[in-house]
C-alpha cells in the first residue's frame, strides 16, 4: 500500500495561484497513477485532474482545464497541482488519491477507483 498527505493549502484571493502537494510513501511510486478530487460543503467529491503512471498523460475536469496543471516528481514521490487564477468556486477540500496501474481516461477519473486517499488539505478562495 501507499500513504498520502496532502500540503500547501490555504486561503488566496479570487484571481490569486496556489500550489498544492501530494507526498507518497514507498519506493513504487513511479507505478501509481495518481488523482486529484475536491469536495465543498453540500457536494459530491468530484474529480478535478490525474495523471497517469505509464504515459504521463494528464487530464483535467473542464472546471479547470487551462488553469490548473497537474504534474509529478517520481524521484520525490510528489505529485502537485498548480492552481492559477483561482476562484471562489474553487473552495474547497483537496484530496490525493492513488492507485497502482490504473490507465484510460475513464477509469482513471473516477473516484470509485482509487483505493488510497490522502486527509485532504483546504483551500479556500475570497472574492
Known amino acids: 500500500q501507499v500513504q498520502l498527505v496532502e500540503s500547501g493549502g490555504g486561503l488566496v484571493q479570487a484571481g490569486g495561484s496556489l500550489r498544492v502537494s501530494c507526498a507518497a510513501s514507498?519506493?513504487?511510486?513511479?507505478?501509481?497513477?495518481m488523482g486529484w478530487f475536491r469536495q465543498a460543503p453540500g457536494k459530491e467529491r468530484e474529480f478535478v485532474a490525474a495523471i497517469s503512471w505509464s504515459s504521463g498523460t494528464t487530464y483535467y475536469a473542464n472546471s479547470v482545464r487551462g488553469r490548473f496543471t497537474i504534474s509529478r516528481d517520481n524521484a520525490k514521490n510528489t505529485v502537485y497541482l498548480q492552481m492559477n487564477s483561482l476562484k471562489p468556486e474553487d473552495t474547497a477540500v483537496y484530496y490525493c488519491?492513488?492507485?497502482?496501474?490504473?490507465?484510460?481516461?475513464?477509469?482513471?477519473?473516477?473516484?470509485?477507483?482509487?483505493?488510497?486517499w490522502g486527509q485532504g488539505t483546504q483551500v479556500t478562495v475570497s472574492s
Open positions: 514507498g519506493r513504487t511510486f513511479s507505478s501509481y497513477s
Open positions: 488519491a492513488a492507485r497502482r496501474y490504473l490507465d484510460g481516461s475513464s477509469w482513471i477519473q473516477d473516484k470509485n477507483n482509487y483505493p488510497y
